[in-house]
């Protein structure tokens, strides 16, 4: 009787379970279905506004790059460096895409505080992560409009010397007399000294030559008159300076200044160096150096 009940019950438990998952089944199946009827609703009815922000999107790709093409012309026709032009051209690109996608966000429905929220919120960890890096972007961008320099001009900054090879978004690079490339930030660049040797057509040679206190001041400097006469690299106009500038220990000192074209100036200077120097043992005029004279007095007793 007891084996009997108990059979009983367990098939009333089984199917009160089976009663009760049936409803749960098909109460999800109805919310799925429900749910993607959802989705496919709103996907239809937002999808002549995604087709346009997507038309929005690629007309606006297309206008960029005729912008751009209008921009890389404009580039062409200035005095534009080439790396500087081609950065130019690669930031205006940046900035209109992002404008581009902008308004097919806005298109969109999508806030534009959040659109903010988020390009800001970059721009300062890019900011953060890259301080030095925006420092030579910046320099970049003023040597860009000042124009202190070009490709090709003989420069001096912190002691380093030579001629521009390139001037790049972040480093400008030199090449120094003996053939060492030198790359230097440009945020270095816009804080330190610049002399340019190249901005002008012309540049002035400067020597000293000494001779000694016995010898004749006049015809020491008619000796250098006729070297420097005898140059055809050397201008007559600004007048060759000949002047006697100093007294030394043991000889006098006769400056030298005389005006040549830019690209002449080591060549004038190696010719007056070595030209002076075979005039002055021509005519017997000595170029002294230093000593010391000791004299040893005897003790007398």
């Known amino acids: 009787m007891t084996e009997i009940l108990t059979s009983a019950l367990t098939e009333t438990a089984e199917t009160s379970t089976t009663e009760l998952q049936i409803p749960n089944v098909k109460e999800s199946v109805e919310n799925a279905s429900s749910l993607l009827t959802s989705i496919t609703d709103k996907f239809i009815s937002a999808l002549p506004v995604l087709a346009f922000a997507v038309t929005v999107f690629f007309l606006g790709i297309i206008l960029s790059k005729i912008l751009l093409k209008i921009t890389a012309k404009f580039v062409e026709r200035s005095n534009i460096e080439n790396t500087a032009g081609s950065f130019l ?3 205006v690109r940046v900035i209109l895409y992002i404008l581009v996608a902008i308004i097919a966000l806005s298109i969109l ?5 959040s659109i903010v929220t988020v390009i800001g919120t970059a721009g300062i960890a890019i900011g953060l992560a890259l301080q030095n890096s925006l420092s030579n972007l910046a320099g970049g961008f003023i040597i860009l409009f000042s124009k202190p320099f070009k490709s090709g001009d003989l420069i001096e900054i912190d002691n380093s010397i030579g001629t521009v090879d390139s001037i790049g978004i972040l480093y400008t690079k030199i090449i120094t007399p003996d053939n060492k490339s030198i790359f230097i930030p440009n945020g270095k660049i816009t804080d330190a000294k610049i002399i340019n040797y190249s901005e002008t057509s012309t540049r002035r040679v400067d ?8 010898d004749s001041f006049e015809k020491a400097r008619n000796v250098i008159r006729n070297v420097v006469e005898s140059d055809s690299l050397i201008l ?4 060759p300076l000949i002047r006697m500038c100093s ?3 043991s000889s006098v000192g006769i400056c030298v200044q005389v005006w040549t ?16 120097k075979l005039e002055f043992d021509r005519n017997n ?3 002294p150096y230093s000593q010391i004279d ?8």
């Open 261 to 276: 074209e830019n690209e002449n100036y080591w060549k004038v200077f190696y010719n007056l160096t070595e030209s002076v």
């Open 247 to 249: 007294h030394k220990e």
């Open 285 to 287: 005029i000595e170029i």
């Open 89 to 91: 051209i690669s930031l």
């Open 109 to 113: 429905n999508v806030p534009m505080t």
């Open 236 to 239: 007559s106009e600004p007048e």
């Open 207 to 214: 020597l000293v030559f000494d001779i000694a206190y016995g």
């Open 294 to 301: 000791i004299h040893i007095k005897e003790n007398q007793e």
